[in-house]
C-alpha cells in the first residue's frame, strides 16, 4: 500500500500570509492530484500533476511535484479567508491500480481576518 | 467538467435498518467507481472500487457483505448499508473517472448518514 504523508495538519495563519503544504511518499506516482473541499460537501480537483519537476499555478496557488514523483507541495501567497478549507493531495499508482486514489490525511487551514 | 451527483444528501434511519446511496454521472459514462469514507475533518478513506458489471473489490477490513455495492451502468452505482449502526455514521462519498482521461476523478457531492 503506498502511503502519502501529508503535513502540517492544521494551518491557522493571518489574512496576507504565505503558506506551503507538504505531501510526501516513498513510492513512485504516475500522477498527483490536490483537491479543495468545503464542510459538507466532496472534494473539488484543483491541480493534477504528471510530469517529475512540473509546476502549476492557478493565480495564487502553485503546485509543485517532485523531480522523482514521489512528494507534490502546494503553495498559497497572500492567503486570503476564503481560502479556509480542507485541502488533500491524492496520488495514482497507476498500472493496474487505475484510477484509484490514495489520499494524504488532509490540512485543514484556515485564514484569519 | 464533468459531474457526479449523491443521492440522498443527507440520510437519518434508526439501528438495524438498511440505506442505499446512489452515485451518478451525470454527463459521462464511468466503467469505474469508488465509494470512500470520511470522518469529521479527516481524510477520505477509500472503502471499494465499483466496476461496472462486475464485483465490487473491497479494501482491507471493509465488510463487503454490510456495505453492498452494485454498478448495475455506466452511470450509476448504488452503495447499501445493510443493517446500519451508529457507528456506520459517516460522510459517504463517490468518484467517478471520465474514460479516457487517466488522471482524473470526479467527486460526489457526499452522503450525510446518520444512525440513530
Known amino acids: 500500500t503506498q502511503l502519502l504523508e501529508q503535513s502540517p495538519q492544521f494551518l491557522s495563519i493571518q489574512e496576507g500570509e504565505n503558506l506551503t503544504v507538504y505531501c510526501n511518499s516513498s513510492s513512485v506516482f504516475s500522477s498527483l492530484q490536490w483537491y479543495r473541499q468545503e464542510p459538507g460537501e466532496g472534494p473539488v480537483l484543483l491541480v493534477t500533476?504528471?510530469?517529475?519537476?512540473e509546476v502549476k499555478k492557478l493565480k495564487r496557488l502553485t503546485f509543485q511535484f517532485g523531480d522523482a514523483r514521489k512528494d507534490s507541495s502546494l503553495h498559497i501567497t497572500a492567503a486570503q479567508t476564503g481560502d479556509t478549507g480542507l485541502y488533500l493531495c491524492?496520488?495514482?499508482?497507476?498500472?493496474?491500480?487505475?484510477?484509484?486514489?490514495?489520499f494524504g490525511q488532509g490540512t485543514i487551514l484556515t485564514v484569519h481576518p | 467538467g464533468a459531474v457526479v451527483s449523491q443521492h440522498p444528501s443527507r440520510v437519518i434511519c434508526k439501528s438495524g435498518t438498511s440505506v442505499k446511496i446512489e452515485c451518478r454521472s451525470l454527463d459521462f459514462q464511468a466503467t469505474t467507481m469508488f465509494w470512500y469514507r470520511q470522518f469529521p475533518k479527516k481524510s477520505l478513506m477509500l472503502m471499494a472500487t465499483s466496476n461496472e458489471g462486475s464485483k465490487a473489490t473491497y479494501e482491507q477490513g471493509v465488510e463487503k457483505d454490510k456495505f453492498l455495492i452494485n454498478h448495475a451502468s455506466l452511470t450509476l452505482s448504488t452503495l447499501t448499508v445493510t443493517s446500519a449502526h451508529p457507528e456506520d455514521s459517516s460522510f459517504y462519498i463517490c468518484?467517478?473517472?471520465?474514460?479516457?482521461?487517466?488522471?482524473?476523478?470526479?467527486f460526489g457531492p457526499g452522503t450525510r448518514l446518520l444512525v440513530l
Open positions: 468518484s467517478a473517472g471520465l474514460a479516457g482521461l487517466q488522471e482524473t476523478q470526479y
Open positions: 500533476v504528471v510530469t517529475g519537476g
Open positions: 491524492a496520488g495514482e499508482p497507476g498500472g493496474t491500480s487505475y484510477g484509484k486514489l490514495t
